[in-house]
């Protein structure tokens, strides 16, 4: 009887023994597809974040590219305007000394002359102007450009963190 008992605790201890270790077999297990599932995640998270600053490279890149087109036309098109305000300007000049009847031929020479001095000051002026306004836009663009980096770059590290 006492065999039999003895017999029956051996046999239920391997059994416990048995469970035990299969339990911890199924743990390890489970605790190995988690992390491997978390090493997925994060991998296809920083796949993804690649992809993102890649897209947002382009895009400022794009945007840039814009800017300076729209810049170039700009600057060629000044000149021709300029051309064009100018000779109106020195027509409707000419008129009115020509109304005012101001003095003789050479001192009606020397006011267009002075004229056509101030008109080339203000055009130089305005070519000045312009060449700022652009280098304006373009600090303003770069700036927008390291902003949109920024943000992106603040937005995936919180992304990161929640994965975590």
Not at 35 to 51: A, N, P, S, T
């Amino acid at each position: 009887l006492t065999k039999k008992q003895e017999l029956l605790r051996d046999r239920e201890a391997a059994l416990w023994e048995m469970e035990e270790h299969h339990l911890q077999e199924r743990h390890q297990l489970v605790k190995q597809q988690l992390k491997d599932q978390y090493f997925l995640q994060r991998h296809e998270l920083v796949r993804k974040h690649e992809k993102e600053r890649e897209q947002m490279q382009r895009y400022n890149q794009r945007m840039v590219e814009q800017l300076k087109v729209r810049q170039q036309q700009e600057k060629a098109r000044l000149p021709k305007i300029q051309r064009s305000e100018g000779k109106t300007r020195m027509a409707m000049y000419k008129k009115s000394l020509h109304i005012n009847g101001a003095g003789s031929a050479s001192e009606q020479r020397e006011k267009i002359k002075q004229f056509s001095q101030q008109e080339e000051k203000r055009q130089k002026s305005e070519r000045l102007q312009q060449q700022q306004k652009h280098e304006n836009q373009m600090r303003d663009m770069m700036a927008q450009c390291e902003s949109n980096m920024s943000e992106l770059q603040q937005l995936q590290n919180e992304k990161c963190h929640l994965l975590v």
